[in-house]
């Protein structure tokens, strides 16, 4: 089985054959995603959608780019990496995202949306600068085309005048289910209205083909042949009908849930989305001012309870990062307390948005910040490691970093009576604990740990004082010491405190590059005091897919390392 | 003259005398840009339309955004601020743009393009959920309709269900004619075929209304009342034509070059877009693989010369930043050689284009940012002294930054042969020297004068350096020195030259603020050896409008404090 995953067997098959293809296809990916994790439902829809493409384009010479790349498995199944395939996600293995240092067959990188419309046009316009001969194909799914980057695109295609296939795999959900007005202008098209809205494409000047099965591989070769002919008159949108999940009743009828499939889960571990899920219901109830702003992600961030609670006070606006900022400095003009909630590589795209809108104006809006750190198998465009740099620069801003869930919990709470921007960053999972936290003080640290020792550490967020923690329970059992102190806000520093810190040696640890976070407040902060500082964050490097601890080591924030620098202060007497 | 300059004016007043105070209220814009500076011809276009809007509505209990702001004259003309109007854009004085602190007639602040549409929906929204009763506008240009963020917003409007009025201001232009599939459409409304183009914005669930003249104040009135009405059944978009420059024949036939009006120019500086467009055209015609991309700024940044000998390698994609980046890094992953020029401030963006497709890819993308540190009068929304700090941390990126025109041009042939991502960042003006300048080489900082003191100033940038080359012209007049290095690169470092510093006192300066920048890496490197360190940049705010070297002295960065450091220094021995 699977001796035929590749584009030769998909050129001369039958269409049999073709059926069988896709089944075994569909399983492996099933098999695969059990085991590894990964993206499902998505992947499943794709399977005849993909065989087609492999049929009617000759890929690498033809190039195709994925949006997000939540849909390119069957991709890599029939690209020469069928075998590595059970290597998938795993460290060292097959990203589960589309990567060119991977294969050739992978033209561009993705792992955020929107991009692949502007990605193909220029792939297409330096195709035709040089005089070369390829079809350029982006794969995007209709919750992308909620995004403000695709009609950017969209704008750019009598610009530049370089004829691309942009495919629109139409399942009517992202992560979440797909909402707003381009869903709906979506949806009519799959009844009998259609025509009226095909205007929306073509006054763009694409070329509308569409509706076809992506889920019939006939009519999908059908549909892409038809396409490509028509790709000498200009650029052609083709819009396709696939189900999430397909051939997996499970995975069809909860599609949101199989999106994303972790392989194992730390049955000791909480998710911190929960936490913030329940905090804000609380805060709500009470609190009239506050609401609730998602960008496709209301599940994922724990958000799920909140907007079936309060419907009126909660807006997931779709793959929108940049207008769900706006939004949100604009209900905080009008007194309400918005917190938006989103992943912290996400946020990236809101950049201008949280520096203009909501700082500029010094609003109200509490950015709840989720996957922050080194998220795993997701791989380098997931990971969330600059969020502490890129937002500790930004005037205005508060930024808080919890330690652990009853921590985290207590944040929340906080945040309700503060009046300015705050961003809290927060990993996906970690522990409640069961002692009492001390209150919450603006821009106050909290010390874990007093001593006499020579030494303190100041780290912020779960995993970096865990390790930090563990080394002191090891070291306390020799003898030794040091204090240690939780950085619950990078900004503001708590001057007091670091100020009243007389040990000569101080060491930061953050899951977070090291240029521009935590230590580098630190380092700012002892200048010219004459003390001893080392710094533990990551590498500035993109960190690839794999293990979370091991990744954390590889990229310089280890428990063995911290140690062994203690080791050798210890040694120094 | 202008004592009818008032909403009550203009809520009694005959069409006549309507007619006379538009002319009032052009002539005083005409006058005060022309002393003061400021934007010319969009806001001499929005004054009927203006008028019109405080006949109809009732401001500030009815509520208007500006989107990017280029159009509020007329506006803070009419809202009490007409004494004040001469100090428009001066230190203190009125601002140029939208300001909360200002009025309360100013409901949001903008200065970028493409936020009223969701900052209205925000503010719509809270009042529906508050159950307040009033109208809001969103004021927005045809070139902001190519930003994606309006689009965002736009597949909001169902989701979000907040009647808004959203005014199209169609004058065909942004700061440069409006391009791109966007501009097609609203073109074509102007003429027969207008029903069928109607259709992009009623399938998001916008009622249109259009195309009505918003220079004649009778048809304004005439339409916002009808779209007042109409706001009862849902948003509406009012499509109205103006022509930018109206009424001064001048400004309507080179609407581009009278958009923006400097007050006064230094004859003796030269600009740096100058030397970009040069530069690039000399590459050019070498080197077949460099293209140019603009998001809506050829001529502001230079580009004229390029695009019209090159037409085929430049792309105008209209206000697009984020789209603007994917094409480059698409067109690098091709073997092109993309040339990004923007400005500073607009490039914040990007930002997470920047990180995941052109850094992530390591591609060869050379971004010319322009308009760096601060930049005068336009104020907070436009200073450009984040940048050093937000590029810092991005793996895979080098950031050069060039200390005079000439240095600068030198980078731009440097650049040519650098295969990966580069950015270069600098101010407006400056001074092309006669001197030769050492050759540019990767990640090497440039001693500009060595001395046995032990004394070490690095400074980035042509203002920075400007102020220790004074600085220390005046010193070694009395005998004092200190060495002097142009740091050309934030990143790399040049740490074999960092290193050979013997020097006891390092002081930075940098045109940026003070967290994550030159003095952030230099403090970085020296962590732990002993020297006395002393940063200059801005301090961690937003820096208001005003005279650059006022601001910066202000804010931090200033010859005097400099000097004044120096002399504590000397004074030790």
């Known amino acids: 089985m699977g001796n035929h995953f590749n584009k030769e067997f998909v050129k001369g098959a039958s269409f049999e054959q073709l059926h069988k293809l896709c089944d075994e296809m569909r399983e492996r990916i099933f098999t695969t995603v059990s085991e590894c994790g990964g993206h499902l439902s998505s992947n499943l829809g794709a399977v005849e959608l993909t065989v087609a493409l492999y049929r009617v384009f000759d890929f690498p010479k033809d190039k195709i780019v994925f949006d997000v790349g939540h849909q390119c ?88 005048n370089a004829p691309i296939l942009v495919i629109l795999n139409d399942n009517g959900m992202s992560i979440a289910p797909t909402v707003g007005g381009t869903h709906d202008i979506l949806s009519e098209m799959n009844g009998a209205g ?64 199989t999106h994303g499939i972790s392989p194992t889960k730390n049955v000791k571990d909480e998710e911190y989305s929960t936490a913030l899920g329940e905090e804000l219901t609380t805060l709500a109830q009470k609190n009239g001012r506050i609401v609730v702003i998602t960008a496709a992600m209301t599940d994922s961030l724990g958000l799920r309870g909140f907007f079936d609670k309060f419907p009126e006070r909660s807006f997931d606006v779709g793959i929108c990062e940049e207008h769900a900022s706006v939004l949100c400095a604009a209900m905080a003009t009008e007194g309400l307390k918005p917190y938006y909630a989103i992943y912290s590589t996400f946020l990236q795209r809101a950049y201008d948005e949280i520096i203009h809108d909501v700082c500029g104006q010094n609003l109200p809006v509490t950015f709840c910040i989720d996957r922050a750190g080194i998220t795993g198998a997701d791989g380098e465009t997931h990971h969330g490691v600059f969020d502490l740099s890129y937002l500790a620069l930004i005037p205005n801003l508060t930024v808080a970093i919890p330690s652990c869930i009853s921590e985290f919990r207590a944040m929340i709470k906080w945040s309700e009576t503060f009046e300015k921007p705050l961003a809290i960053r927060y990993p996906r999972s970690g522990k409640a604990v069961e002692i009492e936290i001390s209150p919450i003080e603006y821009g ?130």
Chains 1, 2 share one sequence.
């Open 73 to 160: 498995y069957p991709h890599k199944l029939l690209s020469g990496r069928a075998e590595r395939f059970s290597t998938l996600r795993k460290e060292g293995g097959l990203s589960g995202f589309p990567k060119r240092s991977e294969s050739e067959f992978d033209c561009y990188d993705t792992g955020h949306a929107g991009t692949a419309v502007s990605a193909a046009l220029g792939i297409a316009k330096a195709r035709d600068l040089k005089g070369e001969d390829f079809s350029v194909i982006a794969f995007v799914g209709d919750g992308s085309f909620n995004n403000g980057l695709v009609y950017e695109a969209l704008n750019s295609l009598k610009i530049l």
């Open 194 to 257: 259609g025509g009226k809205n095909v205007a929306l494409f073509e006054q763009f000047g694409i070329q509308y083909l569409g509706l076809y099965d992506g889920n019939n591989v006939e009519e999908s070769i059908h549909a892409l042949e038809k396409a490509k002919g028509l790709l000498k008159n200009g650029s052609v949108l083709l819009h396709v009908h696939t189900k999430k999940g397909y051939g997996y009743a499970f995975c069809e009828n909860a599609p949101d849930v």
């Open 444 to 573: 106050k640290f909290d010390v874990l740990h007093s001593s006499m020792s020579d030494i303190t550490v100041i780290a912020a967020g779960e995993r970096p004082l865990s390790f930090a923690k563990n080394v002191l329970a090891k070291r306390q059992k020799e003898g030794k010491d040091f204090t240690l102190i939780n950085a619950r806000f990078l900004k503001p520093l708590d001057e007091a405190l670091l100020s009243s810190v007389s040990s000569k040696y101080v060491i930061t640890i953050e899951d977070n590059v090291e240029i521009g976070g935590l230590g580098a407040a630190i380092n700012r902060f002892y200048l010219n005091q004459g003390k001893i500082i080392r710094n533990f964050a990551y590498h500035d490097a993109f960190i690839p897919h794999g293990g979370i601890v091991s990744l954390s080591e590889k990229f310089g924030v280890s428990e063995a390392e911290i140690d062994e620098y203690l080791e050798e202060i210890y040694a120094r007497g």
